[in-house]
């Protein structure tokens, strides 16, 4: 009887998304303290030497994290980021723009808490994308008649 081999068939795009979506899960039951790699190793169902290959360091990792939750914001807010370029305020729908974020932010609060607390953190705000993006709309908004 010949043994099978369990493993994963190599594909590094899909192993990093996994790891970003268990990293993802601590982050949101628990809060960052929680996030670490050998727990998110654990969680993705890689092994720790794989975790640390995508995120040399724990703080790579959180910050990766992160950087997924304002992506998935500004896509459910915004839409898809390759393609809107700068959107002309004045033809946006600010009650539409408001629902989306509202909604999301119901769907995910504690990814919102976690966000926000992170975003508030940065030296730099504009740093984020989602945060970039919703203030850049308000700032042009302002500037129209």
Known sequence: MAIQDKR??????????????????LLSKEGPEAVSLSAVAVLAGVNRGTAYQHFETRENLVAATLELVSQRMF???FGDPDVIGERDVEKVDMVETTESLTTFAMENPDLCRIWLL???TLPDPTQDPFWREYAGSIERFAKTD
């Open 75 to 77: 896509r459910a807010v």
């Open 118 to 120: 992170q975003l508030l």
């Open 8 to 25: 994963r068939p190599r594909d590094p795009e899909a192993t990093r998304a996994d790891i970003l979506e268990a990293a993802l899960t």
